[in-house]
């Protein structure tokens, strides 16, 4: 096993391991309502992590221009 198929391993068996635990705790937690809304309050993550992804591959290029983005309201409410 490589290594990077190994961290995808653990990742995943922490992942079972903390729902089969979560799911012993609060038995409800396998219902649909609770895992849509799992995904719907942390969407704005997944959102992050494709844009900071673009700005890996993109060698951090795409940073700057964010950060002047980000800031531009800022710098107007002066």
């Known amino acids: 096993?490589?290594?990077q198929n190994?961290?995808?391993?653990v990742t995943l068996a922490v992942l079972v391991a903390l729902f089969a635990f979560s799911a012993f705790q609060f038995p409800f937690i396998?219902?649909?309502r609770v895992i849509?809304?799992?995904?719907?309050?942390?969407?704005f993550l997944g959102m992050l992590a494709i844009?900071?992804?673009v700005v890996i591959i993109s060698g951090g290029s795409t940073f700057r221009s964010v950060r002047c983005w980000h800031s531009a309201p800022c710098c107007?409410?002066?």
Do not use: P
């Open 30 to 32: 396998l219902s649909t």
């Open 51 to 53: 844009g900071m992804t």
């Open 76 to 78: 107007s409410a002066y």
């Open 1 to 3: 096993m490589t290594g």
């Open 36 to 43: 849509g809304n799992l995904l719907t309050d942390n969407a």
């Open 6 to 9: 190994r961290t995808i391993m």
